[in-house]
C-alpha cells in the first residue's frame, strides 16, 4: 500500500514563496518510485508541474514554472517537495504530488503514467 500526503500549501503575495512537501508511506522503497507534481486550478484540467526520476538527478518541468519552481526529493525522509519562488496568480491550484511505480529511472508528464496520488494543498496567490 502507497499513500501520499501533501502539506505546505497557504495564501501568498505575489512574488513570494512556498514550500510544498509530500510524505510518502509504502510498504516498498521510496527509491523505486518517480514523482511529480501536478495541479488543477478551478474549472481547468490537472496539469503537469514538475517530475523527477528516483535520485532527483533528472528533472522536468512545464515551461512556465522552470526556473521558479525546483522539485527535489529526500529518500531518506520518504518526502518530496516544490520549491515555488516567485509565485504569479496563476499558480493558484490545488497540487498533488504523484508517484509511479512502474518507473524509477524515467519521469513523465504524462499523469496517466502514475500510479499513486495524494489529496492536495491548495496554494492561493493574491496580487
Known amino acids: 500500500q502507497v499513500s501520499l500526503a501533501e502539506s505546505g500549501g497557504g495564501l501568498v503575495q505575489a512574488g513570494g514563496s512556498l514550500r510544498l512537501s509530500c510524505a510518502v508511506s509504502?510498504?516498498?522503497?521510496?527509491?523505486?518510485?518517480?514523482m511529480g507534481w501536478f495541479r488543477q486550478a478551478p474549472g481547468k484540467d490537472r496539469e503537469f508541474v514538475a517530475a523527477?526520476?528516483?535520485?532527483?538527478?533528472?528533472?522536468y518541468y512545464r515551461d512556465s514554472v522552470k526556473g521558479r519552481f525546483t522539485i527535489s526529493r529526500d529518500n531518506a525522509k520518504d518526502t518530496l517537495y516544490l520549491q515555488m519562488n516567485n509565485l504569479e496568480p496563476e499558480d493558484t491550484a490545488v497540487y498533488y504530488c504523484?508517484?509511479?511505480?512502474?518507473?524509477?529511472?524515467?519521469?513523465?508528464?504524462?499523469?496517466?503514467?502514475?500510479?499513486?496520488w495524494g489529496q492536495g494543498t491548495q496554494v492561493t496567490v493574491a496580487s
Open positions: 509504502s510498504h516498498i522503497s521510496i527509491n523505486s518510485f518517480a
Open positions: 523527477c526520476n528516483w535520485n532527483g538527478a533528472t528533472t
Open positions: 504523484a508517484a509511479d511505480a512502474r518507473s524509477h529511472t524515467y519521469a513523465y508528464s504524462d499523469e496517466r503514467e502514475y500510479d499513486y
